[in-house]
């Protein structure tokens, strides 16, 4: 090949780049979408996954999950560390409603496990939410409510597995404004390693009943699917959802351990400590003020019996 050939061919081969490139562009412009109605698509979406539960199995997946280590702290000093022995969780009533606020104790008792302080709560509370907050700006990111637009619902103990090492702290907490909603977040050494941010889904299931378990939370009371059984034991488990005004009381078994859910402002939450490996979900029953049982989790076509 002489000169002018090389030449010529250099030249094709920058006509072809520049013509692609400007294909690419013409393309990502053509393909761009229109803002998606996403109230709608959510409502629809929270239907269709239970309903492909229900049908197959299938494992539910916790929406708007952050991995592990997504997250720096930014600010602020390391929470003090929560490795306290563990105590059972308390049997508990309905009582009045705490006064939503990011730095003020819950009011319930057994709300705050395994040693960790209402101020250790708070303090992770907010540094889950100033973690979000620097990271606010990324694309996607819808960001979450102020601080004292939260209540603390639960402050317990994390156990580490293959797929996120070492021990540490979840916090868990709801807003009622502008929608009912769950923050759920995990804190290690006073850092925050991943945030799960979630609405309630009562209300937009076709047949629910008068109990309903939030499968967002299932971070809770499982440990890794890599680890299936062979968990690491003893592990401190925790249900979050939502009932009914016709539920007065709620009862979870799970495996060798029993917990009575407390029940506020229309949620429940309840938390024990497991000392064998389990391959079934906890078993969760409602009862109405006559201890009537109206609810069984065994029933619900919408509830994963089994884990992952």
């Not at 540490?168 to 009912?180: L, R």
């Amino acid at each position: 090949m002489n000169e002018d050939e090389r030449r010529q061919e250099a030249d094709g081969e920058r006509d072809f780049e520049e013509r692609l490139r400007e294909l690419l562009a013409e393309d990502a412009y053509t393909i761009r979408p229109s803002p998606a109605p996403y109230p709608a698509i959510r409502r629809r979406g929270v239907v269709e996954r239970r309903r492909r539960v229900a049908a197959a199995g299938a494992a539910l997946v916790t929406l708007a999950a952050m991995p592990v280590g997504a997250y720096a702290l930014s600010g602020g000093g390391p929470a003090t560390t929560t490795a306290a022995s563990p105590t059972p969780s308390a049997s508990a009533s309905r009582s009045p409603s705490p006064t939503p606020s990011g730095s003020t104790p819950p009011a319930v008792e057994g709300q705050l496990l395994d040693g960790i302080t209402a101020e250790q709560a708070a303090d992770g509370l907010a540094n889950c939410l100033d973690s979000e907050l620097s990271n606010s700006h990324a694309p996607g990111r819808a960001g979450l409510d102020p601080a004292d637009e939260y209540a603390i619902v639960l402050a317990m103990r994390s156990t580490g597995d293959s797929n996120a090492p070492g021990d540490g702290m979840y916090v868990v907490a709801a807003t009622d404004a502008p929608e009912q909603a769950y923050l759920i977040c995990n804190l290690k050494d006073g850092v925050t390693q991943g945030i799960s941010a979630f609405t309630d889904e009562s209300g937009i299931i076709p047949d629910e009943g008068p109990v309903l378990v939030n499968p967002n939370g299932g971070k809770l009371y499982q440990q890794s699917f890599l680890d299936h059984g062979k968990w690491k034991l003893p592990f401190r488990w925790g249900v979050v959802g939502t009932v009914k005004p016709s539920v007065a009381r709620v009862t979870v078994a799970y495996g060798d351990s029993d917990a009575e859910a407390t029940l506020d402002h229309g949620r429940f939450v309840a938390s024990g400590v497991l000392d064998e490996q389990v391959t079934l979900a906890p078993h969760i029953k409602g009862y109405d003020a006559a201890g009537k049982q109206i609810y069984d989790s065994d029933d619900d076509k919408y509830y994963e019996r089994t884990l992952p």
